[in-house]
């Protein structure tokens, strides 16, 4: 297998420790934001100086109304856009000079609508485009999309057309697409949305084994249930800025943040609230097991 690409790269290129492709446990890689500012062509400043260190292995949650700016802002991690201003970086690199091609390597984006990601004629073929890509040897392709299709649930679905497809299983081809190419960083942008009790028990899942591994994750959401149960670290956005970063726990405490970003805490939390608990339980397991103390 050709594993130059990614383990020996020239000085230039991004450096990945210990790449998932060549078969070994890809470690997760840290990620920082630096006041980056990004206007589209069309004038709207979807982001206007955030700043974010996300440490490697945290799995974070990004959360905000619509058109705060949380896809502008993800999508700066694989190179898609550039800051107008600031700095964008990805372990040591610095995104800006480097192509899409290249921060694939490390930053795994599931797109939020999967047809803007998926191309091909056969699942198959979506899911082997970025390991063949990284330059793996065909059996590792086919053992790749093989792990990565089954992890999402969609093991018997190899030779169909993603069209045949519904909606929620087109999005988890597309993270298939993702988890294949086995990067330091993994980027979903809403990947509940679509998805029955099933889907989102297997996209905890996929992100509690990410974790595992110890990958970086980063989860778009407008779930606050989902968001409270899986991350350990919630981000508040409204107007292309961060207008709250911490714990669960404390963002959702925080009830003038919510207010601005249109964000609702999430239902136990707002319950235990409203019975005047000082505890904010974040899993119906924890709001049964402080029951009896009242
Ligand atoms: N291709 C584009 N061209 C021009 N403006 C855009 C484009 N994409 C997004 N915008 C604008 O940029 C701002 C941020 O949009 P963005 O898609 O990043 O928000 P978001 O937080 O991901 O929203 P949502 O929750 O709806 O996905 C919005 O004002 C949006 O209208
Ligand atoms: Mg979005």
């Known amino acids: 297998m050709n594993t130059n690409s990614v383990s020996e790269p020239s000085a230039n290129e991004p450096k990945v420790n210990e790449p998932g492709m060549n078969g070994r446990s890809a470690r997760g890689l840290g990620v920082s934001f630096t006041d980056v500012r990004f206007a589209y062509p069309s004038g709207v400043q979807a982001l206007d100086g955030v700043s974010i260190d996300i440490p490697a292995g945290q799995r974070v949650a990004i959360v905000g109304q619509n058109g705060a700016g949380k896809t502008t802002l993800v999508r700066h991690l694989n190179g898609i856009f550039s800051p107008t201003s600031g700095q964008v970086v990805v372990g040591d690199t610095d995104t800006k000079g480097h192509t899409i091609a290249k921060l694939s390597a ?116 407008h779930d606050m249930d989902f968001c409270v149960e899986n991350f350990d670290r919630v981000i508040v956005m409204a107007l292309g800025r961060v207008l709250a970063d911490g714990s669960p726990e404390e963002v959702f405490a925080k009830p003038d943040v919510l207010e601005q970003a249109r964000v609702e805490a999430p239902q136990l939390m707002r319950l235990s609230t409203a019975l005047g608990w000082s505890d904010r339980p974040r899993t119906v397991a924890e709001f049964v097991d402080k029951l009896p103390a009242r």
Request: hydrophobic fraction near 45%.
């Open 106 to 221: 490390l930053v795994g984006y599931v797109f939020q609508n999967p047809d803007e990601q998926l191309f091909a004629r056969k699942v198959r073929d979506d899911v082997a485009f970025g390991p063949k890509n990284l330059g793996a040897e065909p059996e590792r392709i086919d053992e790749l999309v093989a792990t990565a299709l089954e992890r999402v649930g969609l093991a018997g679905e190899t030779d169909t057309h993603p069209h045949n497809l519904s909606l929620s299983e087109r999005k988890r081809v597309a993270l298939a697409a993702v988890l294949a190419m086995d990067t330091p960083v993994v980027v979903l942008d809403e990947p509940t949305t679509g998805q029955d009790q099933r889907g989102i028990a297997l996209i905890a899942r996929i992100i509690a084994d990410l974790t595992a591994q110890g990958r970086t994750v980063i989860a778009i959401t």
